[in-house]
């Protein structure tokens, strides 16, 4: 059970003109199951992403950044998306690189476009070869199946371990003309036995110029995926990508535009709920923990102190059975590897909701802190930790949920 | 149950000329509990050690590092050390501070030295204070107990929630001469619920330069106490620290003297077998793991590869199942941070005594690897996970154990 999120219903998921989704059963891996998704974008379409910075990057990552850059250095645009799950094509070498590239060269014939529009996306399964012929097989289904009002089925089509379908939706009006931003994300902890990925896709119909996007996308990745942790592992097939089609007519080059930070703001909105979403439905997941450290030097160091609370088995444990363990937390920031840090001069509060309880200060716990306090807070199943490391003005938050149990069983199951 | 692990037997313990160890019940936070030991040290003892990097570090360490570079600086040496467990005393600011030397005050009045010559140490509950009358009161006990052939009893005297008592002991003959060192340790995770702590003693009868004890202490730690991890959380009162009494009428001062590669060894192999009887110990341990990169172009990057495999949680909970999962370990190794590694470069064994199977290569699962052949390896209780960088000569291990429901299930319920 996901902590406070449930998938929005079809009609909350505004179609985003230009776009197209179909999703079928191609029986990647198993039988009866929505595994393989298309998405097109209309010609002219701008198109921007992030990657796992995993140095085990999986095969369609590598073809992702190719076509990529090929595209911003003049070739034919990005005009087609294709996702599969079941098998994750990593740790696949050689081979691994020809079936993404196969599996791109396919959907261009059968769209009319070069193998070079296409991305390719896989996320299940690492180190077994993609099964490329029965993906193919499926294509024709899922073009076929093609349609704007299509994201509630997309989001479910990408799905592996997820409980639950994640999406998001926005509407922005600028300039009388009503700009839409629609995406989907997947991911439940980093992986479940050998199953990969987290995995996010956002659309615009507003026209976004390829630096400004990219700007954007990388902006968006930093305040959202890049701010969550289940388990700490990166995976190798992680990625995110924007598409911006135009067709809503209104267009943003400079970002001096007026409408864009409307826009702006809406596009990192979308990408935080789906990515807050993934932690919400994390592996065993009871709680959902916000670290939100403020009065560091950079924002690097506050979030380098966010990850390590974050990250802290200790920490992790504590939140789930609702034990208000300050010396957890405490301990991880003295270990966050900031080697100046003044522990006189830290305070951390835990809030829930209004609730905000100051647990610790001048380097042990608060003279008012009580016990009582903590705990009550810490039975919520949304928490802030708020830290101040009172050494400068940035601030870092990173939203990780909580270790239980069921992380373990899940993750000791044998590959299922 | 440790994997693998039981304490010596009192007899296996070597007594170490000019050194004595009494133990007794003070109460300090529960009742009928070996809770404070005390260690005296002949006169002339030289004495080294090392703490924890945490920022956060506990009071006693403070001290304890005082003291140790007064007596470097000229001051009298070290002739006590006292360690209470119950409470750390870590997280108590200014009146930590104050009760960590009143106890070497109140021990050195009773042996007749300096407060300077004691060191302090304390493992527990953190953020709570110190109920130094009551150690005090328990110091006269724990006095008339002075013995050298106590070592048994000293080493449960520090435990906390570990479930055996850790020890070990080697004999070295030199010149003619028996050299002798015996040590203890304590620790079972970092922490369990506020409890914290790895401590290590080590002492030899053989005579040790001031600045050759220091270097092979810091060597020795290197080698034991910083290559072991349970959970990733680094305590706030780590210490490991060796005394050499010089009973034995054997000197070493540059290191360069017949006998030294010998007793260097065997203090190295005594500090190894303490630390590793911490991860067999580990909170929830069912398995052993030692992961041992070579062929890196550092022995920095080869140890953080290993700790990037070794903290994964995925990882551990793999082994935990005997699930031979290499996609998770590819993808740790991948995550470790090693900019340009070249994953093609890369190969991976699993071993278990004689069986070693090559499970990855070439960026892949192995041509010639079979699920069956790392199934089998998995079963086993010592695992070595080997992995080959390919991009130089250095090496590094570190050692860790699996991820249990126990795991969870000691840390998740409340503080006892």
């Known amino acids: 059970m996901p902590v406070n999120y449930a998938t929005p219903a079809p009609e909350a998921l505004f179609p985003v003109a230009g776009v197209g989704?179909?999703?079928t059963?191609?029986?990647?891996?198993?039988?009866?199951?929505?595994?393989l998704t298309v998405i097109t974008l209309a010609e002219g379409s701008t198109v921007a992403g992030v990657f796992t910075a995993n140095r085990f990057c999986a095969a369609p990552v590598q073809v992702c950044r190719s076509h990529l850059a090929a595209a911003r250095d003049g070739a034919a645009g990005i005009r087609a998306l294709?996702?599969?799950?079941?098998?994750?094509?990593?740790?696949?070498?050689?081979?691994?690189?020809?079936t993404a590239n196969a599996t791109c060269a396919a959907l261009a014939e059968k769209l009319g476009v070069t193998a070079g529009q296409v991305l390719p996306f896989s996320t299940g399964v690492i180190l077994e070869p993609l099964p490329v012929d029965r993906l193919v097989a499926g294509l024709p289904a899922?073009?076929?199946?093609?349609?704007?009002d299509n994201w509630h089925a997309a989001a479910h089509g990408i799905?592996?371990?997820?409980t639950v379908a994640k999406a998001a939706s926005r509407r922005v009006v600028v300039d009388g003309k009503t700009v839409t931003l629609t995406g989907i994300s997947?991911?439940?902890?980093?992986?479940?036995?050998?199953?990969?990925?987290?995995?996010?896709?956002?659309?615009?119909?507003?026209?976004?110029?390829?630096?400004l996007l990219e700007a954007v996308t990388k902006?968006?990745?930093?305040?959202?995926?890049n701010c969550i942790t289940v388990d700490g592992d990166t995976s190798t097939n992680d990625s995110f990508v924007v598409a911006a089609t135009g067709q809503a007519g209104v267009a943003f080059v400079s970002g001096n535009e007026?409408?864009?930070?409307?826009?702006?703001?809406?596009?990192i909105d979308v990408a935080r709920e789906l990515a807050q979403a993934i932690v919400r439905d994390g592996e065993g997941a009871t709680k959902f923990m916000a670290v939100a450290v403020e009065g560091g030097k950079t924002r690097e160091e506050c979030r380098q102190v966010a990850y390590a609370v974050a990250h802290s088995p200790l920490v992790k444990t504590a939140f789930f059975a609702s034990d208000p363990n300050l010396g957890r937390i405490l301990a991880a920031v003295g270990y966050a590897g900031i080697a100046d840090l003044d522990v006189d001069g830290i305070r951390v509060w835990l809030a829930a909701g209004d609730d905000t309880v100051l647990v610790a200060e001048h380097g042990g716990r608060a003279a008012a802190y009580r016990e009582e306090d903590g705990a009550r807070v810490m039975q919520s199943a949304e928490i802030t930790v708020r830290i101040d490391l009172g050494r400068g003005s940035a601030a870092g938050t990173v939203w990780t949920c909580d270790f239980s149990y069921d992380y373990v069983k899940i993750n000791a199951d044998y590959r299922s």
Chains 1, 2 share one sequence.
């Open 142 to 148: 899922a073009i076929a199946d093609l349609k704007a």
């Open 82 to 98: 294709v996702v599969n799950t079941g098998i994750a094509n990593a740790g696949t070498g050689a081979p691994g690189l020809a």
């Open 258 to 267: 007026p409408g864009w930070a409307e826009v702006r703001t809406a596009l």
């Open 219 to 225: 902006e968006a990745a930093d305040q959202s995926f």
């Open 186 to 211: 997947k991911g439940a902890g980093m992986i479940r036995p050998n199953m990969a990925t987290m995995l996010g896709f956002l659309a615009t119909d507003a026209g976004i110029a390829q630096s």
């Open 159 to 162: 799905m592996t371990t997820d």
């Open 25 to 35: 059963e191609a029986g990647i891996r198993k039988a009866n199951r929505r595994d």
């Open 21 to 23: 989704l179909g999703v």
